[in-house]
């Protein structure tokens, strides 16, 4: 079976995923970005959600992390808790 580590950034708004989104390509650092930003308790941890398996993430965020290019930073992706950016780590 397939797996994947990402981490990401989640936040109320698109354009606010839109803005910090081009802070990380303009070389904010996407940890820093996420523990400053993000509601979601990863965001502590720079956004890391460790690795899992197809099913364990809601199925938007599955759609992007077992099937974007990796090393990337994609979104904003919507779900029912906001909007997220992703930047999938590892993918195997």
């Known amino acids: 079976m397939s797996s994947a580590a990402a981490r990401h950034i989640l936040v109320k708004t698109s354009e606010e995923c839109e803005n910090l989104k081009t802070k990380i390509e303009e070389g904010a650092d996407f940890a820093e970005v996420a523990q ?23 199925k938007e965020f599955d759609d992007v992390v077992f099937s974007a290019e990796v090393g990337k930073v994609h979104g904003p992706v919507k779900t029912q808790f906001g909007f997220h950016l992703i930047e999938i780590t590892s993918r195997s």
């Open 36 to 58: 400053e930003h993000s509601l979601c308790p990863s965001g502590k941890q720079g956004g890391g959600l460790g690795t899992f398996t197809p099913g364990q993430m809601v």
